[in-house]
């Protein structure tokens, strides 16, 4: 998905130009992979437009960086400041929001304790993540998610991506939109980018964050919204064969969204459209980010941009 520049990036309390955001083929990062950041974003809402829970991305940002001993010397408060600085200095929206924090040119070797830490934010265009109009074709991936104890799952980092990388590509080759992972004890964990829910008989399921998953904002956004219609929720373990027999099922995330999904290992989910669990989830969290409802959990973040642009 090419990217569509923008005018500005935040780096460091400042903004540069996008040409200029630029570092050293010796940093840190380039060689070791010491990165954390969140993907966020904006939608416009009639007149305006607002920052889907931008706080509690801030907080993981900051989260993830303290598990990697990554000092950032801003506050939370400060961040989400950042960001709807650049959203209105560039008047893009909708958009995503990309913050990222590095470990920057300094030293060289492993410890990273010693090199800089960098941080920038940038927003740009960007449209729908997983393809599939009618729904997402995806297949259980040959790759299992990072085991307890080897990279932390909670850590939005750099680093756990290349294993994200091996699933998407591998999905893409054999002709899927996606790849679903397994942990290493053959539960269900979640997509390369997206975490996972199924539907059996009226009730929820979703992977714990004990089977190396991610703590997806959005996921949390559609436990609280399946909370408030009084839909019952397990979260436990799931076999992958569940996946198989489920009546329906959807990933969530930012880029994601909410995106039901129509097959499994080319094994229809029931007839393979989006379910009425799903619908209602998935329409009451765009009614929301979208402004067509009140936003009563205090979701979106507002930010002042010239106009809307297509995505």
């Not at 305006?48 to 960086?65: N, P, T």
Request: one cysteine or more; hydrophobic letters at 40%; a negative charge.
């Amino acid at each position: 998905m090419p990217l569509q520049t923008t005018t500005n990036i935040w780096h460091n309390g400042q903004l540069i130009r996008w040409e200029k955001a630029q570092i050293h083929v010796m940093s840190h990062v380039i060689h070791y992979g010491s990165s954390v950041f969140e993907g966020i974003r904006c939608y416009t809402q009639g007149d305006g437009a607002g920052v889907f829970r931008l706080r509690e991305h801030m907080q993981r940002l900051i989260d993830s960086a303290k598990i990697y001993r990554m000092p950032i010397p801003y506050t939370v408060d400060q961040l989400c400041d950042a960001v709807v600085e650049v959203v209105e200095a560039n008047g893009v929206a909708p958009c995503y929001i990309r913050p990222i924090a590095f470990r920057g040119y300094g030293e060289i070797g492993v410890n990273p304790l010693k090199s800089p830490v960098e941080i920038y934010i940038a927003n740009f265009p960007w449209g729908k993540y997983v393809q599939g109009d009618e729904g997402a074709d995806v297949c259980i991936s040959s790759w299992n998610r990072l085991a307890p104890n080897t990279m932390p799952s909670l850590a939005k980092a750099g680093a756990n991506y290349m294993n994200s990388q091996l699933i998407r590509m591998e999905a893409d080759i054999n002709g899927y939109v996606e790849g679903v992972a397994l942990d290493t004890n053959g539960y269900l964990s979640e997509g390369s980018g997206e975490n996972l829910f199924l539907v059996r008989g009226g009730t929820i399921y979703t992977s714990p964050l004990a089977n190396s998953v991610l703590n997806g904002i959005t996921r949390d956004s559609i436990l609280t919204l399946a909370r408030q219609m009084g839909i019952p929720i397990v979260e436990q373990a799931l076999p992958r064969e569940l996946l198989y027999i489920c009546d329906e099922a959807f990933f969530t995330g930012t880029a994601a969204e909410v995106t039901h999904l129509r097959s499994v290992d080319r094994i229809l989910i029931a007839d393979g459209s989006i379910g009425p669990i799903t619908s209602k989830l998935h329409k009451a969290f765009f009614d929301i980010v979208n402004g067509l409802a009140l936003d009563k959990y205090n979701w979106l973040t507002p930010v002042k941009v010239r106009e809307a642009v297509a995505v």
